[in-house]
């Protein structure tokens, strides 16, 4: 009589006679394909600057192989790059969505358009340092500001204000490429038709499809040909229907506010309006109890540091001014990269910008960059390859 467990083992042992003798490979393929389209860190020079009046400017990077990066990593159409800065004691990164396409990106080639904010911190900087042959540290390629067949509606309606019109740029250049397939409705706020940034690559870019529309509207001037006032609902049923189209918002927070509110009586199902702040998140309504200043602990592995902090800013503005190097990428408490314990203390995080997963809000997680100090505080940072941020 057979014993079925004895011809199971029988049988395993005649495979492994069978099996190749050659060792396991230490090294898959795989891994440097994820590593070339998810890098931790990209090393960049830039090539070219090309200005746009005197407050923006479009800057051209190649990759820099002296220090280690050979070729850029592809991207989706209205992704961005979170860039690293040491400016004096403090260690911050910024998010600007790439506006050149996915298929520059296999010519090595990524432009970044910046707008200066005279009183912003990293962009007066931005202006006054960088120029051709300045090397520059970013992420991989981020963000979900992309599209998706299978989640999104085959007609997308973009609104952008201001530098927002840069992921814009990327999905209009992608749809005349041929790397996307959408019809793609854009509604540009702008202060006055002179103060249109990118007016004409848009242009340019909507002359060559039949799939791309582009709306200039203007808040302060009345100009042949363009849409005057605000975007209103009205204006977006104007040009699209909103049963049938996704809604992507890219801007300052008063565009994001304006088009949440305006939307609002749709009632529009999860997914169809797609938001990307540009800019810090918006301090809470305030509130006279909350002191101006608090004192944060941050416990980061073995250390401890204090620092003080403004509560109308975000955490992570408090320990980057303190010169603690914290991994952030988004700024807008989506992507998760700085995510932090509350030990002790009370800590608001608006609910338009929470993306917390509900696990997270239960055991006391914040996302630093969209969460305001109320009281005193003690917060714990996870460990972090944080070195390898700042090169
Ligand atoms: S940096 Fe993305 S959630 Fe804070």
Redesign the pocket.
């Known amino acids: 009589m057979t014993n079925p467990l004895t011809d199971l083992l029988n049988e395993r042992q005649a495979h492994f006679k069978a099996g190749a003798t050659t060792p396991l490979p230490k090294h898959y393929p795989i891994n440097d394909l994820a590593a070339k389209l998810h890098p931790e860190t990209q090393y960049l020079r830039i090539t070219k600057v090309v200005d746009h009046g005197p407050n923006a400017k479009s800057f051209y990077l190649k990759p820099n192989p002296n220090r280690g990066t050979q070729h850029l990593a592809y991207f989706k159409a209205g992704q961005y790059l979170s860039v690293r800065f040491a400016i004096g004691n403090s260690r911050v990164t910024r998010a600007y969505a790439l506006r050149s396409t996915p298929q520059d990106a296999h010519n090595d080639c990524y432009i970044l358009t910046i707008k200066l904010v005279p009183e912003g911190f990293v962009t007066p900087y931005i202006f006054d340092h960088w120029q051709v042959g300045t090397t520059v540290e970013s992420s991989g390629p981020m963000g979900t500001l992309t599209y998706n067949q299978f989640r999104d509606q085959s007609h997308v309606l973009g609104i952008a204000g201001g530098s927002g019109i840069t992921p814009f740029l990327a999905l209009a250049g992608a749809i005349v490429d041929g790397t996307e397939s959408f019809d793609l409705t854009i509604l540009y706020g702008s202060r006055r038709h002179d103060n249109i940034l990118l007016g004409t690559e848009l242009a340019q870019l909507a002359k060559q499809s039949d799939h791309i529309k582009v709306v200039n509207v203007l808040s302060d001037e009345h100009y042949p040909g363009y849409e005057h006032g605000l975007i209103t609902l009205d204006l977006m049923q104007q040009y699209a229907d909103l049963n049938h189209t996704s809604i992507f918002v890219c801007g300052p927070n008063a565009l994001n506010a304006y088009v949440t509110q305006q939307v609002s009586p749709l009632h529009l199902p999860g997914g169809r309006l797609r938001q990307e702040l540009s800019g810090q998140v918006p301090q809470p309504q305030e509130t006279a109890k909350i002191p101006a200043t608090v004192t944060i602990t941050v416990k980061i592995q073995d250390t401890q540091q204090t620092v003080t902090a403004n509560t109308r800013e975000p955490l ?1 503005v408090s320990l980057e001014r303190a010169g603690i190097v914290v991994p ?11 995510r932090a314990r509350v030990i002790s203390g009370r800590v608001n995080t608006p609910k338009a910008v929470d993306y917390r997963r509900t696990a997270d809000q239960k055991f006391g997680y914040i ?4 969460a305001f100090p109320e009281s005193d505080m003690t917060i714990e940072v996870p460990v972090h390859d944080l070195a390898d941020q700042f090169g």
Not at 328 to 338: D, H, M, V, Y
Not at 367 to 370: E, F
Request: net charge neutral; proline share 0%.
């Open positions: 992570l952030s990428a988004c700024r807008s408490g989506e992507c998760g990269w700085c996302h630093l960059c969209a």
